[in-house]
């Protein structure tokens, strides 16, 4: 089963904040890439409620099923992701029929929620450019949904500490405040609530 801890903190940033980090990490307009997140739930989303998200991501040529969930003995997320071919991805963004695999076994055996229950929510569009940087990774992410775009800076690594004192060393030199950085699907949902 394709599954992994993920540790990571995120900071929304302002277009200037976004574009100072970028030059700062020497990233070019060519660094970023494209990807969309189709986002699911049920129609009382049950997802939501457990604390977890499920998305189809779309990159280049590729696309994936990922599962996030909350898990309370470890911090961080969860992540269940299954590959999908062309025609699986079709059937979901379509039909939403959703393949055998690690993803849906996985919805039933720990939330108790049937693929044949879920439905589309919505589509996120991110330009994305990612660096190793010290012992982590950071992303810088410019994201489009509904009227609203938003920037962000994420930082990934093997632990909470190890984040935080990363974040804390890429903000602080720029006078970058910390602010609460739901992640993209709750943005998206507050999005759309508000409309």
Aim: glycine content about 4%.
């Amino acid at each position: 089963m394709a599954q992994e801890y993920e540790i990571e903190k995120k900071n929304l940033l302002t277009k200037k904040e976004f574009e100072t980090l970028r030059e700062y990490l020497k990233l070019e307009e060519k660094d970023f890439s494209s990807q969309s997140n189709t986002y699911f739930d049920t129609g009382e989303f049950s997802l939501k409620q457990a604390g977890a998200a499920l998305r189809v991501r779309e990159k280049g040529s590729s696309a994936e099923l990922t599962l996030k969930q909350k898990n309370k003995n470890v911090p961080g997320l969860l992540e269940t992701n299954q590959n999908l071919t062309d025609k699986e991805k079709e059937d979901i963004l379509n039909h939403t029929v959703f393949p055998q695999g690690e993803v849906t076994e996985q919805l039933m055996a720990s939330l108790q929620i049937s693929s044949e229950d879920l439905q589309a929510l919505g589509t996120l569009y991110t330009k994305r450019a990612s660096i190793n940087w010290h012992e982590g990774e950071v992303f810088l992410d410019h994201s489009q949904y509904l009227d609203t775009e938003d920037f962000e800076v994420e930082i990934e690594s093997a632990s909470e500490e190890a984040v935080n004192k990363l974040m804390n060393k890429l903000l602080t030199p720029f006078s970058i405040p910390v602010r609460q950085a739901p992640n993209k699907i709750a943005r998206f949902f507050n999005r759309k609530y508000a409309q």
